[in-house]
């Protein structure tokens, strides 16, 4: 079997105005008030945090990620999946191309990778040939809904 390699962005770069980054600062403001006025002074320190490591992400260039289905698996930069740890597995050509893998991992079980139409067929005979399980999968909706307010 020959290994299959492509390269995508980590995720969607997104360009956010100043207005945006106002709305951030005055909604983790008011949270944070309204925590202290409560007495939360840990949900408020929580909050702060949160709001300047959000800031900070949001101005973060994504990285190139290299996939690569080889004879052993799916390969994530240096991390493989095996086949034999993949439940199932979709490729949505419609949109965005997109392979959805679902694993056994506890936390976020599917995953979404961004592919090429012209490499979907192939991704698609070698999962196959792996005997790994063809399931009709789509994007959560809380990926949608974080996509629309400009995560």
Do not use: C
Request: hydrophobic letters at 45%.
């Amino acid at each position: 079997m020959e290994k299959l390699e492509w390269s995508a962005l980590e995720y969607e770069e997104r360009e956010r105005s100043a207005d945006w980054f106002w709305a951030l600062g005055i909604i983790t403001l008011t949270a944070s008030l309204t925590s202290i006025i409560y007495g939360n002074y840990f949900f408020a320190a929580l909050i702060i945090l949160s709001g300047i490591l959000l800031g900070f992400f949001a101005t973060k260039q994504p990285d190139m990620v290299p996939y690569e289905l080889n004879e052993k698996g799916l390969k994530i930069r240096t991390r493989l999946y095996p086949y034999e740890n993949i439940k199932s597995f979709w490729v949505q050509t419609e949109v965005k191309p997109t392979l959805f893998i679902k694993s056994e991992r506890l936390f976020m079980p599917v995953m979404g990778i961004p592919t090429e139409n012209a490499k979907a067929e192939k991704i698609r005979s070698i999962m196959l040939g792996k005997n790994v399980i063809e399931e009709e999968m789509r994007e959560h909706a809380s990926e949608k809904i974080m996509e629309v307010l400009g995560f």
